[in-house]
């Protein structure tokens, strides 16, 4: 069956071929005339404008617990809060401890050691013992803006306390929340309750602290963890009365006094995903203690070495900090930022040239 196009549509093809004819024997002329060929237009395409259409939008910063890295659906507004709690034997086991997202371990008068546990991310109802306020305390909990709770302070601390940026939050003046337990003697046997010291934030000290140090997003990106040397234990000689260690166990830095497990209130080991260990400069307070003994402080304003521990590893570091009110930071020796693994720290100030550290 042979096919035959419609007459129109031959009629049609046959316009077509004409005008193309046409067309092509008009272009051979010009160029046997030796005039300038048409330009072929070029077209530019502004690439900033195909790459802002197609740019992937970035990632949101993931929500993290300040003080810990550790990741949360939303950061409630509370302040963090710094609470004085004594650690001679008579204090132990202590209470809270374990809930604490950093605890700061200085010397006091006569050698012993004090802790200043910060609580932002839980509010234990019960944290203590709770013992009386030094200057050092001040130092460590500026750049937090904080409720500061303490039992007890010589009135020139008193005074130190009151021109500070803290809101005091004084067992001797009745705060609501501190109360005497019945289970241990004076005075170690002030204990606070977080939850109900927190609804006595005033305006200026309700809003949640600042970050303080900088986390990596996995554990096994922490610098210490990626970049450290395998350690097993931290034997760390701060005085003369205060010899703790902490020895690397399933998955945490598990902290001992002396020869002694250091237990909390619970039965539980006390441990710490990181700790920190900061060299500084001891001064004189100019206050004075039970038979004109000196009170201590730190210099912590500058720089200085610092040992850093992770993951079962330890890392040499510089921690710097601007000014009183700036969070002190920490750096590889290279000045690079370095990142702590998501949880708690604990931080043991060393006084320079007189406290070691051996690592094991």
């Known amino acids: 069956m042979q096919l035959t196009a419609h007459p129109a549509a031959r009629a049609s093809v046959r316009g077509s071929l004409a005008f193309v004819t046409a067309a092509a024997l008009a272009l051979g002329l010009t ?7 048409v330009p072929t237009p070029t077209v530019t395409v502004d690439p900033n404008v195909d790459a802002d259409k197609n740019a992937a939008p970035e990632p949101a910063a993931p929500i993290v617990w300040p003080l810990t890295g550790v990741p949360v659906d939303e950061v409630p507004e509370r302040p963090a809060i710094a609470v004085k709690v004594e650690n001679t034997a008579a204090a132990r086991p202590q209470s809270g401890l374990e809930d604490a997202d950093v605890v700061w371990e200085t010397i006091v008068e006569f ?3 004090r802790f200043i546990a910060v609580y932002n991310s839980k509010l234990p109802e019960e944290v203590g013992p709770v013992r009386s306020a030094r200057p050092v305390d001040l130092r460590v909990v500026a750049p937090l803006n904080p409720l500061f709770v303490f039992s007890g302070a010589q009135k020139r601390m008193v005074t130190r306390i009151a021109q500070s940026d803290v809101q005091a939050m004084s067992h001797d003046a009745g705060v609501a ?3 005497r337990s019945s289970a ?3 005075p170690h046997n002030v204990y606070a309750n977080l939850k109900t010291i927190a609804k006595a934030a005033d305006k200026k000290h309700s809003s949640a602290p600042e970050q303080q140090f900088t986390f990596a997003a996995d554990p096994a990106e922490a610098t210490a963890a990626v970049s450290g040397k395998d350690t097993k234990t931290i034997n760390l000689n701060l005085s003369g009365a205060a010899k703790p260690s902490w020895t690397w166990s399933k998955g945490a830095w598990k902290r001992s006094e002396g020869s002694a497990k250091a237990m909390n209130a619970k039965g539980d080991q006390l441990q710490a995903v990181n700790v920190v260990v900061v060299e500084v400069k001891q001064k004189d307070s100019g206050l004075d203690a039970q038979g004109g003994a000196m009170v201590p402080d730190n210099i912590l304003v500058g720089k200085g070495k610092a040992l850093v521990a992770t993951g079962g590893k330890t890392i040499e570091a510089t ?7 700036t969070p002190l930071t920490l750096q590889t020796k290279d000045g690079e930022p370095l990142d702590l693994a998501p949880g708690n720290t604990w931080v043991e100030l060393m006084n320079k040239g007189k406290g070691s550290y051996e690592l094991s």
């Open 31 to 37: 160029a046997c005339g030796g005039s300038d060929p």
């Open 111 to 113: 050698e012993v050691s």
């Open 177 to 179: 929340g501190m109360s």
């Open 184 to 186: 241990r003697s004076a």
């Open 319 to 325: 921690w710097v900090k601007k000014d009183k009110d």
